[in-house]
């Protein structure tokens, strides 16, 4: 099983490079930050490579 991403909401800018990213669409911006929506996300880790400020994990 895939691990969920974790976004830290300290570190990131609001950028949005995860959101266009994410083949799944599990990525969304509210209140300029990005959040994770966990039904959605697949663990492929895309987001972690387009994230300029390195805020995302698994």
């Known amino acids: 099983m895939n691990k969920i991403i974790k976004i830290d909401q300290e570190k990131c800018i609001g950028c949005g490079q995860c959101i266009s990213a994410c083949p799944f669409d599990a990525i969304e911006l509210k209140d300029d930050k990005a ?16 994230c300029p400020v390195r805020a995302i994990s698994i």
Do not use: A, D, S
């Open 35 to 50: 959040f994770v929506i966990p039904v959605k996300c697949r663990g492929c880790k895309q987001c972690i490579r387009m």
